[in-house]
Structures are given as structure tokens and as C-alpha cells.
């Protein structure tokens, strides 16, 4: 019954997270339709991170008052609306706050998930040594990451499937998306939850970053700045070629493929697992790059699946595990410190990039951001390696 709630936990992230690219494959014909630039979208897709920010910030000690369950049932219902939003208002202003309360609904969701999961595990343990917290620990981290990892790429991906028969700004993904989501939130208003600490908690409880957490924070804020960049500029690239159609499946390639090599990731000791993760990911950018400049869809997706075994596979995981290893007691806010970092990725890097495509083209401004991604990852593995 326990593993039940937890797969139920599940898919209710997933349902969240395939939200939140849902519309990813139609930021080129929403510019179109506006007349604006890669810059202009790429401001529309980090209003994503504008909700977030505030909510791991500020509310993040809402858990301790609420419980877990309010704050994930919040994020569903800010999904259904945002999606709602986007039907309603197909254009880069309606996108921009759809990504805004995408945004808070997935602060609130990252902040409590991988602790949530946790104690639905730990709950269904018999005994309570440290043999089986550390099982609790690894079950709970590769259901999040699986879950999590697969939703972000799902949703582009169906819309991809109905765009590329029927072009559309508002596409029927975008109702089945609904129907599911609303599921979700059925099955999860029955889930199993756990009594707030005290309604005396402080609602302030800043992300922290106890030592050794930092570096791993640095790794995931390099692997999301590819996915963003792949997820909110790829698109405009390949239209160059006529080749946009795809990009939900290349935003699929790099956000759901790397559930793939969770299960070699789960193998290796965190540390381990984020290197490697860091070695991949220069390399596979590569790929990307050079692909879409030269309108090589192959190579694009080969490109993608390779970074998303970095991304999702061996530095999401690999560094959340390594993180809540360190955290011990302060997991919410190490995790949505870690969370922070990730999706400061998916923001600064992403729009300058932008910005500098609508100024120099793409070849430049897409080289320069690899030349940034392999300087950004050899300091971290440096941090890595002197935390040994």
C-alpha cells in the first residue's frame, strides 16, 4: 500500500513537470505571431524561474505549517490553470504567465518532493537502522529524479506528436494534458500525509548549502542551462532548416532519456557519478550545437540523448543524492537550495544567450555558451574533487 502512495507521488510530479515544457515546441510560431525574437522568448520562458525563486526563498518553510500534500495539490491546480491560460491566450504574454505560475507551482513541489517521497518510504520500512534510511533514501531519490526526469521531456514531446501533423498554437496536447493532470490531482487528495511540525514554523527558512553541497549545486546549474538552452532556443535554430517540428523531440531526448542511466548513476557514489555526468556534458553540447547550426537532425538528437544521461541521469541524481546524503536534518533546504541553483541555470545563462543570438547570430552565441559550459565545468570538478 505504501509503494502505492508512492507511485501515485510519482505520478503526480510527473504530471507537473510534463506541464511545464508542454508548450516548449510552440515558442517559435508564439514569437512569430507577436513579431519578436529569440531574446523576447527567451525572457517569456525564464518568467518560469521568476515563480520558483521567490517561493524557495520565502515560503520555504511552509511544509512545517501545511504539510507536504497542500503545497503538491497547490502545484496541480497552478498546472491546470497555466495550461488553461495558454488556450486561452496563445502568445508570448499568456506563455510568460503561464511560466510564472509554473514556476511557483514547481518551487513549491521541488522544496518538499524528494523529503515527501522519503517518508514514504522510511514509512514502509519495518525497522529504522541506517541500512534501511539509506534504502529509503536511494528509493525516494530515484523516484523523484525518474519521475521528475520523465515529465519534463513528456509533455514537448506529445505536443511535438500533434504539431507535426497539424500545426497549431493551441494543440490537443494541451487538453489531454488537462484530463491527465486532473487525474493526478484525484489521485493525489487521497494520498497519505503527515501532520505539520508545528504551526509555529518559521515561514523564512532560506535554502542553505551545508559544506560539500555547493559544488554539487554548481553541476546541476551547468546541466540545466543546456537543457534550458536546448528547450527555449533549439527551436528557433531549427527552424532555420524547417526542422522545428522535431524540437519536442529533442526536448524530449534531453529531459526523459536520462531515466535510462539512472540505474548505472544509482551504482556510483554520488561524487562519482556527477564527474562523469560533467565529463558528458561539454561533449554532448558539442553535438547539439553543431547539429542544429548545420540543420543535422541526427546528430541533434544523438546530441541530446548523450546530455540528458549527464543532466537526468548521472548529475540530477548523482547530485541530489549527494545532497541529501550531507544534509541529514536540513534536506528541504539543502534540496531547495540545490533546486535554486538549477533553475538560476535555466534563467541568466539562458536569456544572454538569447539576447546575443538576436545581436551576433546564432553560431557565435552558441559557441560562446560552450566555451562558458567547459570553463563552468572544470572549476566544479575542481570543487568536487577537493571535497574528496
Known sequence: MKRCNAIRLAFALCMITAGVNLQAPLYDALAARNGLGVGATTIAFACYVAGIVPVLLGLNGLAGRVGRKPLIVIALLLSLLATAITLMAPSLLGLGIARFLLGVGMGLTSAVAPAYMQMLFEDQKSDTTNSATNDA??????????????????????????????PSVSPPSLWLYLAAASL????????????????????????????????????????????????????????????????????????????????????LAPRTATVLGLVILPLAYSLIAWGAIQGYLFVVLLGTVAASSACYGFIYLGGLSGVLEIAGMLSTQASAGYFLMAYMGFSIPVISTGILIDAVGHTLALTLFGLALVGGVVVTIGLLRRAQ
Open 184 to 267: 493526478a490531482l484525484l489521485m493525489i487528495i487521497t494520498l497519505d500525509d503527515y501532520a505539520p511540525n508545528s504551526v509555529n514554523n518559521a515561514m523564512l527558512r532560506l535554502p542553505s548549502y551545508p559544506p560539500g553541497t555547493l559544488a554539487y549545486g554548481l553541476a546541476i546549474l551547468l546541466a540545466w542551462a543546456t537543457v534550458g538552452l536546448v528547450i527555449a532556443i533549439l527551436p528557433s535554430t531549427l527552424q532555420k532548416h524547417g526542422l522545428s517540428a522535431w524540437s519536442g523531440f529533442a526536448i524530449f531526448g534531453i529531459c526523459s532519456c536520462g531515466v535510462l542511466f539512472q540505474p548505472w548513476a544509482r551504482k
Open 137 to 166: 533514501t536511494n528509493d525516494a531519490t530515484s523516484y523523484v529524479t525518474a519521475s521528475t526526469a520523465l515529465g519534463f521531456g513528456l509533455g514537448a514531446a506529445v505536443t511535438s506528436l500533434f504539431i507535426f501533423h497539424a
